[in-house]
């Protein structure tokens, strides 16, 4: 038994921190170390959010033609993919999406839209309603992600009934120059302060393999500490062809999982889904994501690229004999 890791949660379940210096030594272990660190970051999750995991779902309300150039995204208009291309939704469509989610187990259902923000007026109008609906019609929680917003859109979600705003830094602030130079990083975090002060529930996360190295991994999982969002989403590079990541292969299956656990333990009580890339990066390892601390996963779709069927993520959940987090 490595006792440093073991000491460590122990440390962590009795509400002290970890380090900056300590997540860089946990980031340098290989073989045999590796499991007991996943065991360590599964027994923290537990003690801090016991062993049920939450599920969540996203309908793309809106794709393509996103004037922001992020390196790794199908839908910004500064590439050439095979990514669909539509305007808003209707209502309908939303809260028919909504109803689905909720049939298939999930318990937050993400209204998801392109572009630099979400405009005023019609397109804000139509969202709202549809929050109200699946706020009336389901048992799921409306969550939104709209790009930027300011106090007053973040307001006007809340009182609709919106229970968390989704906003990823997707990076470490040092590496952010290198996936997308069309806003700020500071808007970014004014963004998720916004939604804070107006009461929502935050989710904000990044994805992981986009080329940054480990110690920047480090760093973006002590800037969503320092930020106190309730939900930090892990997603890992899915390549898309017409991207000017499409031939990135930057992460392993391993490195996944040493990512989760290095998060669960810089972030131990906060609820931590590993989203977009599973299948592409983890492979025959996804089951393992939830021994090295996640305590959740987004089942269905992705936003321009398809995920597993939910029967096959719910037999997952059925063979590792976890219960899910029910609606309401």
Request: aromatic residues 6%.
């Amino acid at each position: 038994m490595n006792n440093n890791i073991h000491e460590l949660s122990k440390r962590i379940i009795n509400g002290s921190g970890i380090t900056n210096e300590e997540a860089l030594a946990l980031a340098g272990l290989k073989g045999s170390d590796l499991y007991e660190l996943f065991v360590a970051a599964s027994r923290v999750r537990i003690h801090y959010l016991g062993d049920s995991i939450h599920l969540c779902s996203i309908i793309n309300a809106k794709s393509g033609r996103c004037p922001e150039n992020c390196s790794f995204c199908a839908q910004s208009a500064h590439h050439k993919t095979d990514a669909p291309v539509f305007p808003l939704v209707d209502e309908e469509a939303i809260v028919a999406a909504a109803k689905r989610a909720a049939d298939e187990g999930s318990q937050c259902f993400g209204i998801v839209t392109s572009g630099s923000g979400i405009s005023k007026g019609k397109e804000l109008d139509r969202i709202i309603r549809a929050i109200r609906r699946i706020r009336t019609e389901t048992g799921i929680t409306p969550a939104c992600s709209l790009g930027i917003i300011d106090l007053e859109t973040a307001k006007t979600l809340k009182d609709a009934g919106a229970g968390t705003y989704h906003h990823n830094l997707e990076t470490a602030r040092s590496f952010f120059p290198n996936v997308c130079t069309t806003h700020s990083y500071d808007e970014d975090i004014a963004t998720v302060k916004v939604a804070k002060e107006a009461g929502l529930k935050v989710c904000c996360g990044g994805i992981l393999g986009l080329g940054e190295n480990v110690a920047q991994r480090i760093e973006l999982a002590f800037t969503l500490r320092d930020l106190a969002v309730d939900s930090v989403p892990l997603n890992f590079l899915n390549p898309i062809p017409g991207t000017s990541l499409e031939g990135a292969s930057n992460i392993t299956p391993m490195e996944c999982l040493q990512a989760i656990a290095l998060f669960r333990l810089i972030l131990p009580d906060r609820q931590i889904p590993v989203c977009g890339g599973r299948e592409h990066n983890l492979r025959d390892l996804q089951s393992w994501i939830f021994l090295a601390g996640a305590s959740g996963t987004m089942i269905g779709n992705y936003l321009t690229t398809a995920g597993r069927q939910p029967e096959q993520d719910w037999q997952m959940l059925k063979d590792l004999q976890l219960e899910v987090t029910t609606c309401g």
